[in-house]
């Protein structure tokens, strides 16, 4: 905690308001309202040792805040839910924008309306129904619809002035044209409550009418025809009736369901309809902060229903949030809902149910999010490098030294995308002395495939015997051209090949001299950032062991008879060095290839060690 934070704590008000805390760079980076802010703002300064690790990150990232001072909690509730819309802050529980989800949009103020489909609710006095899963299904469905329904889609203007003409929707039956003759407007407005009535869910007489429609394309063996209205029926009782669960009433309600996942949280909202659940819908919450179920809840119920045109009369939740009452006296401002938990009965069991949708959500979200940053990503990967068939199999290659001593190198291996440890292999450097980056690579690569064509000769299923779909090199042009080097000569050419180099994490290709750039989002790019930073770990871990072990058998340099052959023979014996340290005479004599000099040498050599150290 800062000067400026310490003075400006000192001058809070024990009075509503809503803080916005700020970094170094004056960006708010969370909004939140308290009923007292002194109380509220202090405790994450005075509690910082008992905080979970994200609300730590926050304070830590505190610079400054400012605050503003409210009446009563409720327009701080208010206050606060507009100024999250605003700032996006990045520790506020975020609404993901639903935008993805169409609405349909009614206007009956205009004389003859149009129905569009459109991304965003707005407070403009038309009328909104959805959202719906799918705008392509539900584009097919309207066009059904207005088949049955003939209305105008076009954006004239329709005032007095006729057209001289009809457009060709007029000719075939799917408007009234209403632009060139004087269509009763009570016979058009007629048709679009029939629209409306179905959007809502009364989709019996559109049915029916398609399944009429459905028969007689089939009796006239129209079987495409036929085939189309009946895709058309399966999207509506996806898209309209996405369940068809009943109750007893026929009241017009909302029920949420919520679950928890890594770093967000899915709600999942039932609508109901005139007794019918005519919506299912998940909802993505970004969490950048620990944030309980009930904390998720409030933010949804504020940032969902505050930008809906039409609320239900009725809310149904799993739990209570924080500050209920203030909620509900907010809701009351613009619409008559009851929002409560039920504790039995229907309403308690569709409660549930909204409950068990979003952990299957959860669950769903976080498959799909997996397989797109693995196998997803590796297929994205082999299209953009013009590579036939999938990316199975991935080896990475690094090499690791400490100023040319103890080089290695090690190959990692990506089945799938995913980290295939019993397939790592790793290479004390033989070949190479001192520092060359450019030659260690190049024999890693050259003994990985001459063991792979010595297994395939002798037809053994061995550790190397399976090749790579790509070869992947920590490193830019240079480690490229060694690599490709070292494939051409030895029969391997055709394998794909690239490199990532670290610093501007850049993309080098054999063929080109300028790297391939992605995107820091890039699933392709952290899917190579994952397998060249596994690559970099398994090489270091087998260095460090390495530089350890030489380190430890340093200690026997100086002891005269002992070379290299009897280092190796005595850690094979004795395992570590202290056990060597402390071995009698006899002892050391019983190792192999050891003579009793030398065994005398090494334990009077310690001798003297101990009585210097004291």
């Not at 509506?236 to 029920?255: E, K, M, P, Y």
């Not at 090199?473 to 000569?489: H, N, P, T, Y």
């Not at 260095?543 to 850690?571: C, N, P, W, Y």
Request: aromatic letters at 8%; charged letters at 30%.
């Amino acid at each position: 905690m800062n000067d400026v934070i310490a003075a400006k704590l000192k001058l809070l008000p024990k009075t509503p308001g809503v803080y916005l805390m700020k970094d170094k760079e004056g960006t708010i980076i969370y909004v939140g309202k308290a009923i007292a802010l002194k109380n509220r703002v202090s405790q994450y300064f005075n509690s910082a040792g008992q905080q979970l690790s994200k609300t730590r990150a926050l304070v830590e990232n505190i610079e400054d805040f400012d605050y503003v001072l409210c009446k009563s909690e409720m327009e701080a509730l208010i206050l606060e839910t507009n100024m999250i819309k605003e700032y996006m802050p990045r520790y506020n529980i975020l609404l993901k924008d639903d935008k993805h989800y169409p609405y349909v949009k009614i206007d009956f103020g205009q004389k003859y309306p149009t129905i569009d489909i459109v991304r965003k609710v707005s407070k403009d006095g038309c009328k909104y129904y959805g959202p719906f899963l799918n705008s392509s299904n539900l584009s097919k469905i309207l066009d059904a619809v207005y088949e049955i329904y003939p209305i105008r889609t076009c954006k004239k203007d329709i005032g007095d002035k006729k057209e001289s003409r009809p457009c060709l929707n007029y000719q075939i039956g799917r408007c009234l044209g209403p632009c060139a003759y004087e269509v009763d407007q009570q016979t058009y407005m007629n048709n679009v409550r029939r629209v409306a009535e179905f959007l809502n869910g009364k989709t019996d007489v559109v049915v029916s009418r398609l399944k009429l429609k459905m028969t007689k394309y089939s009796s006239d063996l129209e079987f495409e025809k036929a085939g189309e209205i009946r895709d058309i029926l399966e999207s509506i009782s996806t898209i309209i009736q996405h369940q068809s669960a009943s109750v007893s009433s026929l009241d017009n309600r909302d029920i949420l369901g919520i679950a928890k996942g890594d770093n967000f949280a899915i709600v999942h909202l039932l609508i109901m309809r005139s007794g019918k659940v005519v919506g299912s819908y998940p909802f993505k919450m970004d969490l950048m902060s620990e944030s309980t179920l009930a904390d998720i809840l409030y933010a949804f119920i504020m940032q969902y229903y505050d930008a809906q045109e039409k609320v239900p009369k009725e809310i149904l939740l799993p739990f209570e949030t924080e500050s209920m009452e203030a909620i509900k006296g907010h809701l009351a401002q613009f619409a008559s809902a009851n929002i409560h938990v039920p504790v039995r009965g229907e309403k308690k069991q569709m409660v549930l149910m909204a409950m068990k949708n979003a952990a299957e959500d959860v669950l769903k979200q976080k498959k799909d999010r997996n397989w797109s940053s693995t196998k997803g990503a590796a297929m994205e990967l082999a299209e953009m490098l013009n590579i036939d068939g999938e990316i199975y199999r991935m080896e990475c290659y690094d090499i690791s030294h400490t100023k040319g001593r103890d080089t290695v190198g090690s190959m990692v291996v990506f089945t799938e995308g995913k980290a295939d440890k019993k397939e790592y292999r790793r290479f004390k450097i033989k070949d190479v002395d001192g520092i060359d980056d450019y030659a260690s690579m190049q024999e890693i690569i050259s003994r990985r495939l001459l063991r792979a064509i010595e297994e395939q000769s002798e037809g053994i299923d061995g550790k190397f015997s399976q090749l790579p779909d790509l070869i992947v090199v920590d490193g830019g042009k240079g480690q490229v051209s060694a690599a490709k080097e070292i494939l051409e000569r030895l029969g391997f050419a055709a394998l794909p090949l690239i490199g990532l180099a670290e610093k501007n994490e850049e993309i080098f290709l054999p063929e080109s001299s300028e790297p391939v750039i992605l995107p820091r989002t890039s699933k392709v790019l952290k899917l190579l950032q994952a397998i060249r930073d596994e690559a970099h770990r398994f090489a270091i871990t087998y260095h460090r062991g390495l530089r350890s072990k030489t380190a430890v058998m340093s200690q026997l340099d100086g002891i005269k008879g002992v070379g290299t052959v009897k280092k190796q023979e005595l850690f094979k014996h004795f395992k570590q060095i202290e056990e060597i340290k402390n071995a009698s005479v006899d002892e050391l004599t019983a190792v192999n290839k050891m003579d009793r000099k030398t065994a005398k040498n090494i334990y009077e050599y310690f001798r003297k060690q101990d009585e210097k150290n004291g």
